[in-house]
């Protein structure tokens, strides 16, 4: 008998990690065939609510996983991308999207005998593994997740033994439902728990439906333990935040209060709603003219529009929802220049092709930091007030600072992600922002020694004429052209001509050579003392590197993304 009990225990629990596993594949798959306009979507994050409702719903239901988009969104935060109160909207689209897979199982796993078909699926995909391109690969990663998600399944409706409605367990469990709210928390903390343990609200609603299919208990107690699993799906978030930023971490929390609060809201109404979505569902399966799928469309629909209702409520409270954060995690000093990348991949939630939006967002983000930069250079060329000059001096050499540290995370954080198995687009993705992170830094060090060259030339009493000055700030417009086209570059999602820059480039060459041949013969003139020539040409040659640095971006960029 003891025997017997473990190894049902067991081989359920082994279908359930099937399942999981499945799940996992699929998500990987969907996220790498859909990866080009998975990063237009992420890239074009809005601060206007409904479109970043829309947003996450979008992701999430393409992704097949609410917790890789959350803990990709936890991420972004944590790295300063996106604030706190833009990120709300995402989130709560996120949990309507998670609702698809639950409706994906309904109509698949209920209805036909699926292991009929995902086996010679599994069979005709089986050869592109062979193929050399990464989207056939991709292809039959989705198709043995798909495949492995409904096999596990059918393992774990299997696996269940059959129950006599009559059975001692089953009168306890439906009469659970019959007491006072306390026992629908405790019910719901049950499906909290167990989604906690295996961070996945799929698989638990899963498991919650195959289980009221057997009998094991009534439509009160799966709706008690849906408003569990969707209070516990946000686990996994919370999980990722936990080594985050404070605000991170308030997104993470958002996450969790919103779902909670939900539950806490329909609880005076539960039994209304239990009424309301078992009516819905009788007349949803008659007018589709399939009763078997009673129960799996039931748990479905109460899924659905707890989420969907859930939402439309709080997408018009968010100011609260953060003030709520805000005022349980509170602010500190110099909290903005905590954040950093952070890349987090657990089994559970295969983020690493979304990931590369984020390491393209800090790129943009460090090019801004490094215009800034050679914005200040030509005033403080001209600062003639030495307390001035000290603040301008030390704001660039400070960002300088700054860019070096971004430039190491954003490498760590490639390399964490190339760890993973990658789809070819996403590799040559991250060889491009390698490469222009290191030109990036490279800038922000040029402009470093420009401001240093500056600051010495003034202590030596070096003078310019109005010739070189006129001559610097017109060489400094034309890479300031390249800066900007760099900028171009580096925030579009589709391969740009690189004429303009190019030809851009050439003519800074023929500048500096210009103004190089212009300085060696002024000298010989004595025009100016040789001290000032030789400042002078540096700055010129200086300047001439920031340019290449940015056609280097340019074309690295270049390289790495498909034609428009």
């Known amino acids: 008998m003891m025997y017997t009990v473990f190894h049902t225990v067991l081989t359920v629990l082994g279908s359930l990690a099937l399942f999981i596993f499945g799940m996992?594949?699929?998500?990987?798959?969907?996220?790498?065939?859909?990866?080009?306009?998975?990063?237009?979507?992420?890239?074009?994050?809005?601060?206007?609510?409904?479109?970043?409702?829309?947003?996450?719903?979008?992701?999430?239901?393409?992704?097949?996983?609410?917790?890789?988009?959350?803990?990709?969104?936890?991420?972004?935060?944590?790295?300063?991308?996106?604030?706190?109160?833009?990120?709300?909207?995402i989130v709560l689209g996120a949990?309507?999207?998670?609702?698809?897979?639950?409706?994906?199982?309904?109509?698949?796993?209920?209805?036909?005998?699926?292991?009929?078909?995902?086996?010679?699926?599994?069979?005709?995909?089986?050869?592109?593994?062979?193929?050399?391109?990464?989207?056939?690969?991709?292809?039959?990663?989705f198709i043995f997740g798909f495949s492995l998600l409904f096999i596990g399944l059918q393992f774990l409706r299997d696996a269940l033994p059959a129950i006599e409605q009559d059975n001692a367990l089953i009168a306890y469990l439906s009469s659970l439902t019959d007491h006072k709210p306390l026992t629908l928390i405790g019910i719901a903390l049950v499906g909290f728990l167990i989604t906690l343990l295996i961070q996945s609200s799929t698989a638990t609603i899963a498991l919650t439906i195959v289980l009221m299919s057997d009998g094991y208990f009534d439509f009160e107690v799966a709706a008690a333990l849906v408003l569990g699993e969707n209070i516990g799906t946000t686990a996994t978030a919370n999980f990722a935040a936990i080594f985050a930023n404070k605000n991170a971490k308030r997104v993470a929390l958002i996450h969790f209060l919103f779902n909670l609060f939900g539950a806490l809201t329909i609880l005076p109404f539960f039994y209304y709603t239990v009424t309301g979505v078992t009516l819905l569902a009788d007349s949803f399966t008659q007018l589709i003219g399939n009763k078997a799928v009673v129960i799996p469309v039931q748990v479905s629909l109460y899924h659905s529009l707890f989420n969907i209702f859930n939402a439309l409520i709080w997408i018009n409270l968010t100011k609260y929802l953060e003030r709520i954060a805000f005022w349980i995690i509170k602010p500190v000093q110099n909290e903005a220049a905590k954040n950093k990348l952070n890349y987090s991949d657990t089994f559970i939630t295969p983020i690493s092709e979304i990931a590369i939006v984020q390491a393209s967002k800090e790129l943009q983000m460090l090019s801004l930091t490094i215009?800034?930069?050679?914005?200040?250079?030509?005033?403080?060329?001209?600062?003639?007030?030495?307390?001035?000059?000290?603040?301008?001096?030390?704001?660039?050499?400070?960002?300088?600072?700054?860019?070096?540290?971004?430039?190491?995370?954003?490498?760590?954080?490639?390399?964490?992600?190339?760890?993973?198995?990658?789809?070819?687009?996403?590799?040559?993705?991250?060889?491009?922002?390698?490469?222009?992170?290191?030109?990036?830094?490279?800038?922000?060090?040029?402009?470093?020694?420009?401001?240093?060259?500056?600051?010495?030339?003034?202590?030596?009493?070096?003078w310019f004429t109005q010739e070189q000055r006129n001559a610097i700030e017109s060489l400094g417009q034309m890479v300031q052209k390249s800066v900007t086209i760099m900028q171009l570059h580096l925030s579009s999602s589709k391969k740009l001509g690189i004429e303009e820059a190019l030809d851009n480039e050439a003519a800074i060459n023929l500048m500096r050579l210009k103004l190089a041949d212009q300085n060696t013969e002024d000298i010989q003139l004595k025009h100016y003392p040789v001290q000032s020539g030789n400042y002078y040409l540096q700055i010129v040659n200086y300047y001439e590197k920031i340019a290449d640095h940015a056609i280097n971006v340019v074309e690295a960029i270049n390289k790495s993304l498909k034609t428009s």
């Open 24 to 89: 996992k594949l699929l998500s990987e798959a969907l996220q790498k065939l859909a990866g080009e306009r998975m990063r237009h979507y992420l890239s074009t994050l809005t601060s206007n609510r409904w479109k970043g409702l829309f947003t996450g719903f979008f992701i999430t239901a393409t992704i097949q996983s609410s917790s890789a988009s959350t803990v990709m969104l936890i991420g972004f935060v944590n790295a300063g991308l996106i604030s706190v109160i833009d990120s709300i909207g």
């Open 95 to 141: 949990n309507i999207g998670t609702t698809v897979t639950t409706w994906f199982l309904t109509f698949f796993g209920f209805t036909v005998n699926i292991m009929h078909v995902v086996l010679p699926l599994m069979a005709l995909s089986f050869p592109f593994y062979f193929s050399g391109k990464s989207n056939y690969k991709s292809f039959a990663d």
């Open 371 to 462: 215009e800034r930069m050679f914005l200040l250079l030509p005033r403080l060329l001209l600062e003639k007030d030495e307390a001035r000059f000290r603040e301008l001096a030390d704001e660039i050499y400070l960002k300088e600072e700054v860019v070096d540290r971004v430039e190491s995370e954003v490498n760590k954080y490639l390399s964490k992600i190339s760890e993973n198995k990658l789809s070819g687009e996403v590799s040559r993705l991250i060889n491009g922002i390698t490469i222009s992170v290191n030109n990036l830094e490279s800038m922000a060090d040029v402009c470093y020694k420009v401001a240093r060259a500056i600051e010495k030339k003034n202590e030596q009493k070096a």
